[in-house]
């Protein structure tokens, strides 16, 4: 760590930092805030500017011909906004606020270009690593290409086989998304849980290994780690999401996914109780000691209420990790190997694997 981090291991807690005034680089406190929320207006103002532009100057259906072949591409704005969504608009933004929320010294921002650890560096390299498509075609290889079955093409199938077909596109598409939502966080549940089965937890493991949040923390996902295909967006295909709004719930949810790994020391009051998950709760979640049991698993903790898992009160300043010694670092080959090996052993070897 780079950060000042007092530790008492005995009551397992840790203090990050201090609470000290933390636009001291940049000023005072009110002028440095002021900087920060100036840049987060001016980047909005020329996403809002590119967005009005790729909306109405570029034609959503374009056919290209190159070299005597011809190409159609449909949804075009759909696919500009699902590739460059995360790192245009989603990461930026979530980068602000929790700097604007927490101030730069303790901001991932500054973490990011000034100190990163090695284990924030598996979280950049999971990043680039998931954005160059590289864990996708990994995760093909490790799950025999089951990670390749689309939702939509089960859809159709049991619309085909049995006239199962359920269409909600009548409702007001900001409701469909709210409620996808929450199916989605209900579906999310229960995956979450099962990745904390004996049998997928080394493949989790690898998300909970980070020994400090950071907003990229969420990118850290095993490649491996399949079961959100099927009990996601499989279920949430055959109820009848969308493309559109599969695109927006997951837009939401990446954002959120941002948000709960952030440094902001918040539980959101009644909204994190309820609606959606606070940075303080996720942090309960990834608590290095477990013997109280895990908790908080909901994205919405309206789940957590009605399945028991809600603990209640979320400290701050709790110490995360694993047991199992990670080597963290850009080099993510070995942890990602050696954490697929040991899934595999929890089936054969039938041992349970390490916290
Ligand atoms: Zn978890
Ligand atoms: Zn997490």
Not at 216 to 235: G, K, Y
Request: proline content about 4%; overall charge neutral; some cysteine.
């Amino acid at each position: 760590m780079q950060q000042a981090m007092t530790l008492d291991l005995d009551n397992g807690r840790a203090t990050l930092g201090g609470q000290a005034s933390t636009f001291g680089r940049i000023g005072r406190p009110g002028v440095g805030r002021a900087i920060v929320i100036a840049g987060l207006a001016g980047y909005a103002a020329v996403l809002a500017a590119v967005w009005w532009g790729v909306t109405h100057l570029l034609p959503d259906h374009v056919t290209l011909t190159l070299f005597g072949h011809t190409r159609d591409l449909k949804d075009v704005h759909q696919r500009i906004i699902s590739n460059v969504a995360l790192m245009l608009l989603i990461l930026p933004s979530a980068l602000w606020i929790e700097c604007v929320a927490v101030g730069w010294d303790r901001s991932s921002a500054r973490q990011l270009i000034f100190g990163r650890t090695r284990s924030i560096n598996t979280d950049l390299a999971c990043l680039f690593f998931g954005q160059a498509h590289v864990l996708d075609m990994l995760g093909r290889l490790m799950t025999l290409g089951a990670s390749m079955l689309s939702g939509l093409w089960i859809r159709d199938r049991l619309a085909v086989w049995f006239g199962l077909s359920i269409d909600p596109s009548a409702l007001p598409l900001v409701l469909q998304v709210v409620i996808f939502f929450f199916v989605y966080s209900f579906f999310d549940y229960w995956t979450h849980r099962l990745d904390h089965s004996r049998y997928f937890w080394p493949l989790h493991r690898y998300h909970h290994a980070a020994d400090d949040f950071c907003v990229v923390n969420s990118t850290r996902t095993h490649p491996a780690a399949f079961t959100a295909i099927f009990l996601i967006n499989m279920p949430m295909a055959v109820l009848g999401a969308s493309p559109l709004v599969m695109v927006y719930v997951n837009v939401v949810t990446i954002a959120l996914g941002f948000l709960i790994h952030s440094r902001i020391d918040s539980d959101f009051g009644w909204v994190g109780r309820w609606i959606i998950q606070s940075p303080n709760h996720h942090r309960l979640h990834h608590v290095l000691d477990v013997s109280e049991g895990v908790s908080h698993f909901g994205m919405a903790p309206v789940w957590d209420h009605l399945f028991g898992t809600w603990r209640g009160d979320a400290d701050p300043s709790l110490v995360i990790g694993v047991e199992t010694p990670y080597r963290h670092g850009f080099w993510i080959g070995p942890d990602l190997l050696r954490d697929y090996c040991d899934f595999w052993k929890g089936f054969v070897a039938r041992t349970p694997a390490q916290a």
